[in-house]
């Protein structure tokens, strides 16, 4: 019985170690932090051993296989001795692929996923296909594979789940939406390794595969030709009407095989350039499988932005308050401000993961009015935005926040919550930034 030790005991490690028993492997969980109880149940229920609180390096490096979570960095001690003998390390999305033969389409990139993936789910869903969602979205990869039987998988899929595949996970579509800087710590601060991790989403496909990609994004078309890539090529753009897939500020067209698909900027669900492009991505994927155009138009129309992404909260005084809090890094706030049509009081601020503000700049010139800074050290974005921005204030707490923002705007204007930052100094994750955000709103 071959033995696989499972690192990290969230949604992607106990997934993998449900399915890793259903098919007959000597299981162990580790993890060093503590286990939810949600969990832990499930870990009891399957019968499958665990530890919390310690890695016992004795019951790890007697594995046949390691499976390692995506939160867990590549430069842990015990990762490294993991390496040193010998011991193959995977991730939950190359594990749970060995065991469906369902037709997976993932989505990958620096800023979009869960939009994209969340969107594509729902045209599968709407045009009555037996399709599952999961990744880094919803439900562990692996549990549904273990669970449940889907003819397609929707994958939200991170370079770190990336750097952990072998042979196995083989998308027939691929989604490339974008590569920024994040996460540059995880790569020796090498732009370039985090771009090849992104990349490595098409390393298995072949020519019955699909590559979708963005042609108006700068890394991507700088790296394509050094990437082999022999799966099919299909480019989106606003950029180049010549295009198959093209949009501008009007109109959004797919030209394939399957005929032609045409819908007005305006009738889309989701507001925004950077949104429009995501369609666009998920229009090229819903045509390769056949979906027909009449429901594809509905899903494209009546789907809505995902929780804490440039999502309305309420009209209060005739001031819109926006939720962004999912923005934890400057390009992400860059699409925010991006699709402002009104000026703006900017909240933002949080852990700095080594920003560069220069980015959203422009915009800040241009559509902002006020700035909110929320966070424990705000020196840095003060000193960067002074000679720009002539009100900025500080608050520690959610409640100050919303209240000196709604004070600073005026009707018609709007206060845009994308913090640009990780949420980690004042809050528990950047959900919980984000409804503690909505539940002060609520009470203006």
Known sequence: MKRIVVLGGGESGVGTAILAKKENFDVFLSDMGIIKDNYKILLEEYGIAYEEGQHTEDLILNADEVMKSPGISKKAALIQKIETKGISIVSEIEFASRYTDAKIIAITGSNGKTTTTSLMFHILKQAGLNVGLGGNIGKSFAKSVAEDNYDFYVLEISSFQLDDIKTNFKPHVAILLNITPDHLDQYNYQFDLYAK?????????????????????????????????????????????????????????????????????????????????????????????????????????????????????????????????????????????????????????????????NEVLSFVKKKVKAIVCLGKDNSKLIEFFSPYVDTIIETNNMEDCVTKAYKLAEKGEKVLLSPACASFDLFKSYEDRGDQFKENVRKL
Not at 198 to 218: A, G, H, V
Not at 223 to 244: C, G, H, S, V, Y
Not at 251 to 278: A, P, Q
Not at 298 to 308: P, R, T
């Open 197 to 357: 991790s992104k990349f490595r989403i098409t390393e298995n496909q072949d020519e019955n595969d699909y590559f979708i990609y963005n042609l108006d994004d700068p890394k991507i078309m700088e790296m394509i030709n050094q990437i082999d890539i022999r799966a099919n090529l299909k480019p989106f753009t606003m950029m180049d009407a010549t295009n198959e897939a093209y949009a501008n500020n009007e109109l959004f067209r797919v030209n394939d095989s399957n005929g032609d698909f045409t819908i007005l900027v305006n009738e889309l669900g989701l507001i925004g350039k950077h949104n429009v492009s995501n369609s666009l991505a998920a229009a090229v994927a819903a045509k390769i499988i056949n979906i027909n155009n009449e429901d594809l138009k509905k899903s494209l129309s009546d789907f809505k932005s995902v929780e804490h992404r440039l999502e309305p909260v309420l009209t209060v005084g005739g001031i819109d308050f926006i939720n962004d809090s999912k923005a934890t890094n400057v390009n992400a706030t860059y699409f925010a401000l991006e699709s402002m049509t009104k000026p703006v009081v900017w909240i933002v601020g949080g852990v700095d993961k080594g920003n560069d503000y």
